[in-house]
T-cell receptor
Framework: DQQVKQNSPSLSVQEGRISILNCDYT??????FLWYKKYPAEGPTFLIS?????DKNEDGRFTVFLNKSAKHLSLHIVPSQPGDSAVYFC???????????????FGKGTKLSVKP | DADVTQTPRNRITKTGKRIMLECSQT?????MYWYRQDPGLGLRLIYY???????NKGEISDGYSVSRQAQAKFSLSLESAIPNQTALYFC????????????FGSGTRLTVV
């Protein structure tokens, strides 16, 4: 059963508008969430993260929101640029015995297309 | 040079052949991972290693084996390749004490014909 779900395989937005990518999770033990960005022919690269003790983290044009009660997080990109066109993966992890962070569990990804 | 290097970048092999994908890292991370990416299925974990003597199966380990030759090297083998192992394979590294995620290699595109 999928623990991290990205229900939208694709999203298309106009340049300059807001892109909102959504992610849901089922495991209440997850305490750290990340977004990765992947261009074709490249490996995924870390974009932004959020700890479960926060509900918002912002880095330039990128903001991640976490709603723990709904087990939902979202990535907002404002304003969207054509260079943001990529596949975005949501990922989550939980602390394991000994206090270290466990393996990342990835969603299936959402392909974002930003049209000029 | 890249922090995480995967070789080869592309490979076409025949059904039944043994093939090895290699990964090396210069980040000094203790943990290494192998993932495969298939369209519509995202990234799925094949094997992971927390140090040289600690190797664990991921969610889709059947048909694969791994070797952690050194702290910096982690190889993935397909003992007898089959067409449904055609995929994009990624190696990743992380540091146990850090929570800021993984560093991925650029991937190996494997085609089994």
């Amino acid at each position: 059963d999928q623990q991290v779900k990205q229900n939208s395989p694709s999203l298309s937005v106009q340049e300059g508008r807001i892109s909102i990518l959504n992610c849901d999770y089922t495991n209440s033990m997850f305490d750290y969430f990340l977004w990765y960005k992947k261009y074709p022919a490249e490996g995924p690269t870390f974009l932004i993260s959020i700890s479960s003790i926060k509900d918002k983290n912002e880095d330039g044009r990128f903001t991640v929101f976490l709603n723990k009660s709904a087990k939902h997080l979202s990535l907002h990109i404002v304003p969207s640029q054509p260079g943001d066109s990529a596949v975005y993966f949501c990922a989550a992890s939980a602390r394991v015995y000994g206090g270290s962070q466990g393996n990342l569990i990835f969603g299936k990804g959402t392909k974002l297309s930003v049209k000029p | 040079d890249a922090d995480v290097t995967q070789t080869p970048r592309n490979r076409i092999t025949k059904t039944g052949k043994r093939i090895m994908l290699e990964c090396s890292q210069t980040k000094g991370h203790d943990r290494m991972y192998w993932y495969r990416q298939d369209p519509g299925l995202g990234l799925r974990l094949i094997y992971y290693s927390f140090d040289v003597k600690d190797i664990n199966k991921g969610e889709i380990s059947d048909g694969y084996s791994v070797s952690r030759q050194a702290q910096a090297k982690f190889s993935l083998s397909l003992e007898s390749a089959i067409p449904n192992q055609t995929a994009l394979y990624f190696c990743a590294t992380s540091q146990a004490s850090r929570v800021d995620g993984y560093t991925f290699g650029s991937g190996t595109r494997l085609t089994v014909v």
